[in-house]
């Protein structure tokens, strides 16, 4: 069987929990399991991406909450941790004490403004453009902002959602 075939047979409540573990918006993983069963890999990352387009700010909120603040170390040996640990590993590695104590200002920073964790896709980035991604962001509007924070949001689950289908593979 491949991945698509065994996301479509999945328990619901072995699913839910896979998508809970992608993006902690239970609108989203609803969403997603509502239309199996999928043709294609392709069909089910479309689905999601969709999904976490159309979720409000009041689920975006719920999402944030299973996100630890950028350069922290996610605790405990869930899913979601263990991804946020690898998600942030190389971002981590790169930066030296004084970027690391920028960044804990700036989250201090950006929570103050906004109320709630500095959200960011930080596969890939050192903690430098981390750091400037977050002071630049300080300057935005509650508006532009909760957009920006959504998508990365998305991109985070997207990426997360890969790797389930990885594993099911």
């Known amino acids: 069987?491949?991945?698509?075939?065994?996301?479509?047979?999945?328990?619901?409540?072995?699913?839910?929990?896979?998508?809970?573990?992608?993006?902690?918006?239970?609108?989203?993983?609803?969403?997603?399991?509502?239309?199996?069963?999928?043709?294609?890999?392709l069909e089910i990352i479309s689905a999601a991406d969709a999904a976490a387009r159309d979720l409000s700010w009041a689920e975006?909120?719920?999402?944030?909450?299973?996100?630890?603040?950028?350069?922290?170390?996610?605790?405990?040996?869930?899913?979601?941790?263990?991804?946020?640990?690898?998600e942030q590993s190389a971002a981590a590695q790169s930066a030296d004490e004084l970027t690391k104590s920028a960044l804990i200002d700036a989250n201090r920073a950006y929570e103050e403004r906004f109320g709630h964790v500095f959200l960011i896709f930080a596969s890939g980035r050192t903690q430098e453009e981390i750091l400037a991604a977050a002071q630049e962001r300080l300057t935005n509007d509650e508006e532009t902002e909760q957009v920006i924070v959504q998508d990365e949001l998305r991109k985070i689950a997207l990426l997360r959602l890969e790797r389930v289908l990885d594993a099911l593979g």
């Open 1 to 41: 069987m491949d991945a698509v075939e065994v996301f479509n047979a999945l328990p619901a409540a072995r699913l839910e929990e896979d998508l809970l573990a992608c993006c902690a918006a239970p609108g989203w993983g609803a969403a997603v399991a509502a239309k199996r069963p999928y043709r294609e890999r």
């Open 60 to 86: 975006v909120r719920v999402g944030l909450s299973a996100h630890p603040r950028i350069g922290e170390r996610a605790a405990g040996d869930s899913k979601e941790a263990s991804w946020s640990r690898r």
